[in-house]
């Protein structure tokens, strides 16, 4: 995963995102961290120079949420049921304007007109995109970037195929210590899938972002966050370096305000 956020008051656990050796912007520099003052935690975001660091008061601990299910609630699916959700899950490469493929990242579906939904991170200094879509031999480049948003790090790009988008959750307040599954393709290993819980809700960046323990790496940057009814409920967005189990993805919140429009 391409960038990263806190833990107890008694380690100063830096949070960045891994970096990307192969990834050189043409002619820029590498950017320097960004860091949050007075915190225990240093937080680094990819570029973004609108985006302001959180303070040590917007972490924010989230509301318990009922545990009783609704009327008619669904069934809850296995882990097998879960992965075979993947084919929903993108791998995206970004290659400079020779052509040379220099970073990656994955993506989900979130239209079935061919919309892509992904970090704004992953598609940084990129001239074109190819798009890997698993059981489809074929590989789709596009230009398109059709929309993005620097500070909740989302952006939504456009292949010239018919897709079968994830459905985005829209239910109450998610709760820690719940089942998650996360799909991407860390490492470029395609479409990889991996559990844990959520750990808890935190305010970064003025973003509401999900702290979540399933693995990440380099690469699931832009991938699915499913609650065990295979709906997306974040977008996989930063791991914790040097803390093995904080990971963060933007909520399902933004993704439904972000989206608007490109889901059909």
Known sequence: MENERRNDTHQNIRVVLPPRPERKAKGKPEPEAVQGENQPVRVTIPPHPSRRTASPQQTMTPPVASVTPPRGARAELSFEQLAQLAPSVVMIT????????????SGIMIGSKGYILTNNHVLEDGSFFSVRIENDEQTYRTKEIIKYNQ?????????????DPLPV??????????????IGSPLGYFNSVSD?????????????MIQYTAPGAPGSSGGALLNMYGEVIGIVSASSRGSQGINWAVGYEFINMFVQGFVK
């Open 94 to 105: 970004v290659h400079d304007y020779s052509g040379e493929a220099f970073a990656g990242g």
């Open 196 to 208: 844990g819980i959520i750990s808890g809700i935190r305010v970064l960046d003025d973003v509401q």
């Open 151 to 163: 500070v909740l790090d989302l952006a939504v790009i456009r292949i010239d195929r018919a897709l």
């Open 169 to 182: 959750y829209h239910g109450p307040q998610l709760s820690r210590g719940q089942k998650v599954v996360a």
